[in-house]
Nanobody, 121 residues
Framework: QVQLVESGGGLVQAGGSLRLSCVASGSIFTINTMAWYRQAPGKQRELVAGLTSGGRTNYADAVKGRFTIFSDNAKNTVYLQMNSLKPEDTAVYYC???????????????WGQGTQVTVSS
């Protein structure tokens, strides 16, 4: 069974930084993409940043230049470095992955349970 477990959320003042981590565990065969989404109260979940197995990244316009997504493939871990945080970055941040397992070779999509990020003004 695959699990995505996020950590690193918390309360930070505007202008501060946080680093989120997401560890994928289980009988993983191949990870194709990993990404971070966020959902603020009353809003739809939105893509923040994505990273392919080939190293390509994409970012939401709202976070370009402030957030960086990167991974440690040996640890099946993806990170989100968040700098110059703003109150509007406040949300629950979710890890997402497209991956295959040794039991189910086809690629499936998985979500973590989320970690709260709160930015105070």
């Amino acid at each position: 069974q695959v699990q995505l477990v996020e950590s690193g959320g918390g309360l930070v003042q505007a202008g501060g930084s946080l680093r989120l981590s997401c560890v994928a565990s289980g009988s993983i065969f191949t990870i194709n993409t990993m990404a971070w989404y966020r959902q603020a109260p009353g809003k739809q979940r939105e893509l923040v940043a994505g990273l392919t197995s080939g190293g390509r990244t994409n970012y939401a316009d709202a976070v370009k230049g402030r957030f960086t997504i990167f991974s440690d493939n040996a640890k099946n871990t993806v990170y989100l470095q968040m700098n110059s945080l703003k109150p509007e970055d406040t949300a629950v941040y979710y890890c997402n992955a497209d991956l295959s397992t040794k039991e189910i070779v086809r690629t499936l999509n998985y979500w973590g349970q989320g970690t709260q990020v709160t930015v105070s003004s």
